[in-house]
C-alpha cells in the first residue's frame, strides 16, 4: 500500500504561476523527499527534508513539513514549461531504508 | 561523475520465461536500491542491498530476487514471468551516511521497459 498521497492528482496552470503540491503519509518517518519524473523516465531528486527540520528551499523550490499532520507540500514558483512532470513524494519508515512513494501529482504548465 | 546506467532498456519477453535486469550505480555508491513502476500501482519498492546484503524486501513474490556484487553493480530476476510483471524497473543508488538514519537521496537509472506477452 502506498505511504504517501499526494493531491491533487492532477494540476493545470500557467507559466509564471506557483504550484501548490500537498503529501500525506500515515507512520512516523525519518525523511521525506519529494523527487520528478518526466513522462516515462527516471525519477530526479528534488529535495530531502528530515523529520526534524521545517521548512527547506532550493531554487524555486520550497517544500515544508508538519510531522504532527503527517503533511509536506511542495510549493513551485514562477512554474515554467520545463517543469511539465508527475512530482513524487517518498517517505521511509523509522529504521528502514526502503522509500514507499505515493501516486504523484501530474503538473502541466502551459506556456 | 557517469549516472546510474541500467540494462537492457527495453525488454519484451512471453509468460513463463524468465529475465534479468542489471544496474550500474554511480561510482563510489554502496547501495543500490529497485522499484517497480505501473499505471496502476505506481511506484512499489521490490528490494534494497547495501555491500551486498539485502536490507530491506518490498511485498513481491518470491519470484522476484535480486543480488548485488562487491562492485555495488547489482541484478534483478524474475522467474516465471506473467502479463501483470509488465512494467518500468527502475533501479536507484546511493550512498547513504552511517550516522544518517533512513533513506537518503536516491539516484535514479532511465529504467528498464519490461514487456512480457
Known amino acids: 500500500s502506498q505511504q504517501g498521497e499526494e493531491d491533487p492528482q492532477a494540476l493545470s496552470i500557467q507559466e509564471g504561476e506557483n504550484a501548490t503540491m500537498n503529501c500525506s503519509y500515515k507512520t512516523s518517518i525519518n525523511n521525506l523527499q519529494w523527487y520528478r519524473q518526466n513522462s516515462g523516465r527516471g525519477l530526479v531528486h528534488l529535495i530531502l527534508i528530515r523529520s526534524n527540520e521545517r521548512e527547506k528551499h532550493s531554487g524555486r523550490l520550497r517544500v515544508t513539513l508538519d510531522t504532527s499532520k503527517k503533511s509536506s507540500s511542495l510549493l513551485i514558483t514562477a512554474s515554467r514549461a520545463a517543469d511539465t512532470a508527475s512530482y513524487f513524494c517518498?517517505?521511509?519508515?523509522?529504521?528502514?531504508?526502503?522509500?514507499?512513494f505515493g501516486k504523484g501529482t501530474k503538473l502541466s504548465v502551459i506556456p | 561523475k557517469a549516472g546510474v546506467t541500467q540494462t537492457p532498456r527495453y525488454l519484451i519477453k512471453t509468460r513463463g520465461q524468465q529475465v534479468t535486469l542489471s544496474c550500474s550505480p554511480i561510482s563510489g555508491h554502496r547501495s543500490v536500491s529497485w522499484y517497480q513502476q505501473t499505471p496502476g500501482q505506481g511506484l512499489q519498492f521490490l528490494f534494497e542491498?547495501?555491500?551486498?546484503?539485502?536490507?530491506n524486501k518490498g511485498n513481491f513474490p518470491g519470484r522476484f530476487s535480486g543480488r548485488q556484487f562487491s562492485n555495488s553493480r547489482s541484478e534483478m530476476n524474475v522467474s516465471t514471468l506473467e502479463l501483470g510483471d509488465s512494467a518500468l524497473y527502475l533501479c536507484a543508488s546511493s550512498n547513504p551516511g552511517l550516522a544518517t538514519p533512513g533513506a537518503d537521496t536516491q539516484y535514479f537509472g532511465p529504467g528498464t521497459r519490461l514487456t512480457v506477452l
Open positions: 517518498a517517505t521511509d519508515g523509522a529504521g528502514s531504508y526502503q522509500l514507499t
Open positions: 542491498y547495501f555491500s551486498e546484503t539485502q536490507r
